[in-house]
């Protein structure tokens, strides 16, 4: 059995000189990689942004985190019940989940990652496991 969980969370909010911000979801939140989602839903089409799950508020950059507390079934709950409910009534929920695994996945906890034309892409790197 596995000891880990990673998943993607919104990063805490950071306002540049123009007066962008990089995230309108929560801190901390679970957020989900909508990968090429094709519903319709205006939030999934951007291929810029990851969804926040209770939220269903964008972020364009994700940090990785190991929630060891949260398992597959709980993680796939959310989905179904949180801001995609359109998504997993059409059958997607168990792709946003395998998306949002497989981004996660990709890199160590702690790196910040951002969503480029529908791909996740390294932003900075992180140092756990």
Not at 14 to 42: F, H, K, M, T, W
Not at 74 to 97: H, K, M, N, T, W
């Amino acid at each position: 059995m596995e000891d880990i969980m990673k998943v993607l969370v919104a990063p805490p909010v950071v306002e540049n000189a123009d007066g962008s911000i990089n995230s309108l979801a929560v801190e901390g939140e679970l957020v989900l990689d909508p990968g090429p989602c094709s519903c319709e839903v205006p939030d999934c089409v951007g291929g810029f942004s990851f969804i926040g799950a209770a939220s269903g508020r964008l972020t364009c950059q994700a940090v990785v985190a190991d929630l060891p507390y949260l398992d597959i079934r709980e993680f796939r709950e959310i989905v179904v019940s949180g801001c995609c409910r359109e998504c997993a009534r059409d059958g997607y929920a168990d792709q946003l989940v395998r998306d949002s695994r497989f981004t996660a996945n990709r890199w160590p906890v702690g790196s910040v990652v951002g969503r480029c034309d529908g791909y996740a892409v390294l932003l900075e790197l992180g140092t756990g496991y």
